[in-house]
T-cell receptor, first 112, second 113 residues
C-alpha cells in the first residue's frame, strides 16, 4: 500500500533556487528516508531521519520531520541542473519489518 | 547501482509467455526486494526475502513468483497470470548494518507485446 503522499507532484525551478518537497504519511514510523531517481535508473538513497529526530542535514540537503503532523520535507538549496530527477520519500513502520513504503514522488526540473 | 546487477535492461515478451528477471548482488546483504514502478508512480512491493530459502508476498504479488536459493540471487518470474506486466522492475537489497537503507539495481524495463 502507498503510505506517502508527496507534494508537489512536479516542480520546475531555475538553477540556484531552492527546491522544497513535502511528504505526508499515515501510520507511526521508525524512520523516514528520501531517495532520488534519475530517469530510467534505479533509486539512490539520499538521507534517513529517525522518528526521534526533527532535522537533519547532508550537504545541500535539509530534511525535517514532524511526527505530530506525520509529515516531512526535503529542501535542496542552491539547486543545479544535475539535481533534475524524481525524489521519493519512504517510511519504515514501527514494527520494523524491513519494508519500505514509498510515496509517489516529486519530479524536479532545474533549468540552467 | 554498484554491487547489484539486473539483466536484461530491456525485455520484450509476447502476451501469455512467462519471463524471468535476474537480480544478483555481491554486497553480502541478507534481504532482497522486488518492486514494480509504473510511469509517474512510486514503487510497489512485489516480493521480498529476508533470508535464503524464505520469502514473503508484498502488496502486489499476484501473477509473480520468486525463489531465493542463494544469498546472491533473487530472480522474479512474471507469469502469464499477471494481467498488466508492462512496467519497470527494480531489485533492491538491504544489509544488517545498512540501517533500513535499501540499495537499488539499475532496473529492467519489461514490455509485453
Amino acid at each position: 500500500s502507498q503510505q506517502g503522499e508527496e507534494d508537489p507532484q512536479a516542480l520546475s525551478i531555475q538553477e540556484g533556487e531552492n527546491a522544497t518537497m513535502n511528504c505526508s504519511y499515515k501510520t507511526s514510523i521508525n524512520n523516514l528516508q528520501w531517495y532520488r531517481q534519475n530517469s530510467g535508473r534505479g533509486l539512490v538513497h539520499l538521507i534517513l531521519i529517525r522518528s526521534n529526530e526533527r532535522e537533519k542535514h547532508s550537504g545541500r540537503l535539509r530534511v525535517t520531520l514532524d511526527t505530530s503532523k506525520k509529515s516531512s520535507s526535503l529542501l535542496i538549496t542552491a539547486s543545479r541542473a544535475a539535481d533534475t530527477a524524481s525524489y521519493f520519500c519512504a517510511t519504515v513502520g514501527s514494527s520494523n519489518t524491513g519494508k519500505l513504503i514509498f510515496g509517489q514522488g516529486t519530479t524536479l526540473q532545474v533549468k540552467p | 547501482d554498484g554491487g547489484i546487477t539486473q539483466s536484461p535492461k530491456y525485455l520484450f515478451r509476447k502476451e501469455g509467455q512467462n519471463v524471468t528477471l535476474s537480480c544478483e548482488q555481491n554486497l553480502n546483504h541478507d534481504a532482497m526486494y522486488w518492486y514494480r514502478q509504473d510511469p509517474g508512480q512510486g514503487l510497489r512491493l512485489i516480493y521480498y526475502s529476508q533470508i535464503v530459502n524464505d520469502f514473503q508476498k508484498g502488496d502486489i504479488a499476484e501473477g509473480y513468483s520468486v525463489s531465493r536459493e542463494k544469498k546472491e540471487s533473487f530472480p522474479l518470474t512474471v507469469t502469464s497470470a499477471q494481467k498488466n506486466p508492462t512496467a519497470f522492475y527494480l531489485c533492491a537489497t538491504m544489509g544488517v548494518r545498512s540501517a533500513d537503507t535499501q540499495y537499488f539495481g539499475p532496473g529492467t524495463r519489461l514490455t509485453v507485446l
